[in-house]
């Protein structure tokens, strides 16, 4: 059986302070770090340990994970067991990278976002030329953001996906989202909701979340748990199931809604946001 763990621990701290985000310049307390770190060595452990699986992680944090050596070590230690396919993070790459060098770069992968004003374009593009695994990179798509996305996508190599979210609470007329659209092919899943109450989606079946403490539920906007990873409950809880919310906004969730291409889209790189080539 394949299955994909979008993993969270409690870590909600960033080094970044991008106004658009909650968690900019929030600052864990040490008990809280030990707290993670524990948390994701138990996670790390049971994947090592388990038999009949193949297993993809993606570790989405509130806030930046590879500033903590735990999630650094975690992504080699994962990268070389035989039965994981795939280990990505979302990050600001706000970080050495030179850890990378001792993980499988075929099977690491990074979801790296540009952040205009926390860091130069400049910084950031010879971040992303030394890393020597497979990467997205994306924005956010505020207008102010606009010409520093356009120039990001000059600069990048052809080869290398630049996505872009469509901002909470901002709406885009015509003229924006096809402006957006110019650069990221992609960017209409992004821009508005997607109906999803009653539709298959592949989350609970092949996809599930896990928090900290091992609870496990169908995907991160689903409340209701389906069981815990370490105690097994989790596996008699895994079956096809239909969406319980009104719309899905995120692409973390929307991408596995069976009523969207986005498999084909994102074939090869579904957990890392990375398009197949064309």
Not at 151 to 157: G, M, S, T
Not at 199 to 205: I, P
Request: proline content about 6%; overall charge neutral.
């Amino acid at each position: 059986m394949n299955l994909s763990i979008l993993y969270r621990g409690p870590l909600a701290s960033c080094n970044y302070d991008c106004p658009y985000c909650p968690f900019a310049k929030r600052r864990d307390p040490p008990e809280a770090l030990r707290a993670d770190r524990a948390a994701l060595r138990r996670f790390v452990d049971w994947v090592s340990t388990v038999s009949d699986l193949t297993v993809s992680v993606l570790f989405t944090p509130w806030g930046e994970g590879l500033t903590r050596s735990w999630y650094r070590e975690a992504i080699v230690r994962l990268s070389h067991l035989p039965h994981v396919e795939r280990v990505a993070i979302q990050t600001n790459l706000a970080v050495r990278t030179g850890f990378l060098a001792a993980a499988d770069p075929a099977k690491v992968a990074l979801w790296c976002t540009y952040h205009p004003g926390e860091v130069t374009r400049q910084a950031f593009l010879e971040r992303c030329s030394g890393l020597g695994v497979r990467y997205s990179v994306g924005v956010v798509g505020l207008p102010e953001h606009l010409a520093e996305a356009r120039a990001l996508r000059r600069d990048l190599p052809g080869d290398v996906y630049l996505w872009v979210n469509a901002a909470d609470g901002h709406t885009y007329d015509a003229d924006a989202e096809a402006a957006w659209t110019a650069i990221d092919p992609h960017f209409g899943f992004s821009v508005r909701p997607h109906d999803s109450l009653g539709a298959g989606c592949r989350t609970g079946e092949t996809v599930v979340s896990v928090d900290g403490d091992g609870t496990v539920r169908r995907c991160h906007f689903v409340r209701e748990p389906i069981g815990n990873l370490y105690d097994g409950t989790w596996r008699a809880g895994l079956r096809p199931r239909p969406c319980p919310n009104l719309t899905c906004d995120c692409h973390i969730g929307y991408v596995h809604l069976r009523t969207l291409p986005l498999y084909d889209v994102f074939a090869g790189g579904v957990l890392e946001r990375i398009a197949a080539l064309r």
